[in-house]
């Protein structure tokens, strides 16, 4: 059980905006950054966006974060075959003293 | 170009021993915190332990604390993760991951994986 909830799979058609959800607490999203990651099978993760909506160079437009209370957000638009992918959020959480991470989502690009 | 490569997993019996070990390059090793996070098969990322630059007050998981210890020797570019008593629940792929801060306090800011190391527990 993932102190944050995603929901285990998402789709979309290539061209569709798709959001993916990620729920927690007053003690990780509420007080904290939120950061996001995506994985293709069999690969390592890669940050996608961190500090709730910010982008590391490299990454497109078409991925966007936001924060609101103690839930965030990652919607992708101009969905595209090569995202299909699983993406995890995270965040620091204050009453764990750690880092925790939701259990994934996996997206399949119909 | 930042490179980190995770070394020392393998199969070991429940109960035993494993030291993981992480070369970096391509970067000022001894400038940034370090980060352990795992991943059992199917499931998703787990936080492991943390610790910063200098490679004091290594923070940990309560899953694993009080069985693994972490260090880095910044002389060899190189983290390391103990890992004593081992269950089966352990079994997981285990990532190094570099951080843009000296201290991960606060923070979930992996910006560079490793390609993983896979540890399996098992009789």
């Known amino acids: 059980q993932s102190v944050l909830a995603q929901p285990p799979s998402a789709s979309g058609t290539p061209g569709q905006t798709v959001t993916i959800s990620c729920s927690g607490s007053?003690?990780?999203?509420?007080?904290?950054?939120v950061y996001w990651y995506h994985q293709l099978p069999g690969t390592a993760p890669n940050l996608l966006i961190y500090r709730n909506n910010h982008r590391p160079s490299g990454v497109p437009d078409r991925f966007s974060g936001s924060k609101s209370g103690t839930s965030a957000s990652l919607a992708i638009s101009g969905l595209r075959s090569e995202d299909e992918a699983d993406y995890h959020c995270a965040v620091w959480d204050d009453s764990l003293s750690g880092p925790v991470f939701g259990g994934g989502t996996k997206l399949t690009v119909l | 170009e930042v490179q980190l490569l995770e070394s020392g997993g393998g199969l070991v019996h429940p109960g035993g021993s494993l030291r993981l070990s992480c070369e970096a390059s391509g970067f000022t090793f001894d400038s940034y915190a370090m980060s352990w996070v795992r991943q059992a098969p199917g499931k998703g990322l787990e936080w492991v332990s943390s610790v910063s630059g200098s490679g004091g007050s290594p923070k940990f998981a309560d899953s694993v604390k009080g069985r693994f210890t972490m260090s880095r020797d910044n002389s060899k570019n190189t983290l390391y993760l103990q890992m004593n008593n081992l269950r089966a629940e352990d079994t997981a792929v285990y990532y190094c991951?570099?951080?843009?801060?000296?201290?991960?306090?606060?923070?979930?800011?992996?910006?560079?994986w490793g390609q993983g190391s896979l540890v399996s527990v098992s009789s």
């Open positions: 007053s003690s990780n999203i509420g007080s904290n950054d």
């Open positions: 991951a570099k951080e843009p801060y000296f201290d991960s306090t606060g923070y979930c800011h992996f910006e560079k």
